[in-house]
């Protein structure tokens, strides 16, 4: 075995370990790892879900998608990242009004 072969873990501060050579962890701590991103993709689907049962709740008060998106506090990052993502599920008068309300640089 060559040195080149072992790096150390990324978690060198609090893991002595050594890699494969191909991971960036060692094993113990790349199950850690996505123990992790499976507890972040949770908390993300809950967070997900929390908007939209806002936003249910919302659209029943009768108020304007721009109402909403202001009463959700959404900003014009937040509104780009959704766009980019293709996560906005709306009819195309809504995405209008959004990217005027946001003042989009694309919008004409
Ligand atoms: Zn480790």
């Given at each position: 075995m060559?040195e ?7 978690n060198?501060s ?26 972040e ?7 997900a879900?929390?908007?939209?049962l806002q ?12 109402e909403?998106?202001n009463?959700m ?6 509104w ?12 195309e008068s809504?995405r ?6 946001f ?6």
């Amino acid at each position: 075995m060559s040195e080149e072969q072992y790096i150390q873990c990324r978690n060198y501060s609090s893991c002595g370990d050594f890699t494969d050579g191909e991971s960036e962890f060692c094993e113990n701590c790349q199950e850690d790892q996505s123990e992790t991103k499976q507890q972040e993709e949770a908390e993300r689907l809950l967070y997900a879900a929390e908007q939209q049962l806002q936003g249910y709740c919302l659209g029943k008060s009768g108020l304007s998608i721009v109402e909403v998106v202001n009463a959700m506090g959404l900003v014009r990052s937040e509104w780009e990242a959704l766009l980019e993502q293709g996560l906005v599920h709306l009819d195309e008068s809504d995405r209008e009004q959004l990217n005027a309300y946001f003042n989009m640089p694309d919008y004409d």
